[in-house]
């Protein structure tokens, strides 16, 4: 890091230890960061974004230990799932420790976790010496920024400061399991249910659909675009959209046919052709194979009503 990258992060720090918010780059999605241990700036999260206070945020933290000190148990396959995944786009939910304040869990006994994979935010934790809560950086329901030229105008006002880190490079949001009772994944992410089973051993229950309405990856309607958007089998031809063709005018984009470089590239390809106010969006539906899970889950939240 230069001079100026090391006052920019010494910045950050400070405004984030003051109670302001922060936008910083993960290797998922761009969040909206506070002090983690500081209510009344989570409470300022929960404002910029528009979202209900019910819904539980991620605590992202620079090294294992500080991860288990925001809990009150800290069970086998954590370590070992910790020691595979991170810093990567796995988050997992375990009992709360009493140090963790209630605006960060939505009132829950339960907290999650992550380390992120970029070394930059990573950083400023360490810095601040305290975790940072960190929701994807949009407004409520709407799309998860993968670069800083997606952010919302309505929510930068409410931030003291953004650090760029560039294009995301996974694009979607990071797998949620809990451990709190038998492993449960509660939101689909690039690191699949097999590669999570293959390093606990046991099987893993996959629900994410649940109804208490309180998770938002879990709203039925979330990662949308202002526009409306249907999964349709081909784009029409005058339409808007996202194809595995040719794209036959501006209004669409052709999309990379393997799901790493789809996810990757998902969120921008929305926010661009949701820029132009179109009426539709169509959407060409993608595989119905296990590696595509993730990519689908985005897809029918974002379609439906
Ligand atoms: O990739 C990501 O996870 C991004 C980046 C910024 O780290 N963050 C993110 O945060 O997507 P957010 O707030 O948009 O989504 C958090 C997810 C939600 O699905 C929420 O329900 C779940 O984590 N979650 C958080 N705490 C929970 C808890 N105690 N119990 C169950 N689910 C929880
Ligand atoms: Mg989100």
Known sequence: MDNAELQLLAKAADL???????????????GLAADGLNPRAVRKIFEAK????????????????????????????????????????????????????DEATGGLDTV???MPDTPLSRRLITQLGRPIAAPSANRFTRLSPTSTDQLDPDLLQHVALVLDGGPCRIGIESTVLSLVEEPTILRLGVI????????IGTMVR??????????????????????????????????WGLTFGEAASERQIKVPDDPTSY????????????SQNPP???????????????VRDR???????
Not at 192 to 199: F, K, L, Q
């Open 299 to 305: 897809l029918r939240r974002a379609a439906a009503d």
């Open 192 to 199: 699949s249910p097999d590669a999570i089973e293959e390093v």
């Open 50 to 101: 528009g979202r209900p206070s019910s819904h539980p945020l991620i605590l992202h933290v620079a090294e294992v230990e500080q991860a288990r000190h925001l809990t009150s148990s800290w069970p086998e396959e954590a370590t070992a799932l910790a020691r595979r995944f991170w810093p990567g786009p796995l988050t997992l939910v375990l009992p709360k420790a009493s140090a963790v304040p």
């Open 263 to 274: 996810a990757r590239e998902l969120y921008a390809a929305l926010a661009k052709l949701d």
């Open 280 to 294: 539709l969006i169509e959407v060409q539906r993608v595989p119905e194979t296990e590696e595509w899970a993730a």
């Open 16 to 30: 984030l230890a003051a109670g302001d918010l922060v936008i910083v780059p993960t290797e998922t999605v761009y």
């Open 206 to 239: 996959v629900s994410v659909d649940g109804n208490d309405g309180r998770a938002p990856g879990q709203h039925p309607k979330h990662y949308s675009p202002t526009a409306r958007l249907q999964i349709v089998d081909e784009v029409s031809s005058g339409g």
């Open 112 to 114: 999650a976790v992550r």
